[in-house]
């Protein structure tokens, strides 16, 4: 089967460009990385892709608002684009300024706000799977190039963000929908209401996170591999595999 076409949207400011493309990479995917605005004058990009991420980073330096000032551009430039491509089950994943992307685009429920403490946070986390996930990013067994696994094994990585708490009104209601993708499974780093980490859309194919899976796509990239940190069960990885190979079934 062909390798599936991927795009990284990145804009002025966003720094985890080449990480995702190296996640998308081993996931078996060919990627390309494109400004936002290289997407606005080629809207074609995005139909001859399978799969997208919006990368993370501090687009427009967080200004005017994490993430608000790329979506304006995305919405505005390629807003059609983007619902057509959600539309056709295509799968679209945001993370971190992404994820701020994502909401403020209305592509995803709720909002971000500021972190509970009133600062930035950089730490590493551990994130739960929520077993009754839509989440085609989330499913319920997941193939890597290091083996398979259980929706049950949590995922450790980093976080580095100041507007990173989930904000919903009714997280009760987004849950029972499937919609919730993925909580907090170590301390809560920001506040988020239910612990929520991660959601997606109601149709499973948008999923948003804070926290960088990105960054731990090989064993070696925990502080603590060396001591038996972070094993394969608990790579980021999987989330790319699953993205891709959804896309490959399309």
Known sequence: MSRVRALVIAGPGTNRDNDV???????????????????????TLLGDAGLAVVAGGFSYADSLGAGRMLALDLVLGVGDALRSFVADGRPLLGICNGFQVLTAAGLLPGALGHNAQGRFDCRWVV??????????WTTSTWTTSIGTGDITDPIHCPIAHGEGRYVHPDPDALAAAGQVALRYGSTNPNGSV??????????????GLMPHPENHIVRRQHPRHSRGGGGDAHLGLRLFDNGVRHAKQL
Request: proline share 9%; charged share 15%; with cysteine.
């Open 127 to 136: 994130l739960d799977p929520v077993p009754n996930s839509v989440s085609i």
């Open 21 to 43: 493309r190296q996640a998308l990479e081993l996931a078996g995917a060919d990627t390309r990385i494109v400004l936002a605005s290289e997407l606005v004058a080629q809207p």
């Open 194 to 207: 239910a612990d929520i980490a991660g959601v997606c859309d109601p149709t499973g194919v948008v999923l």
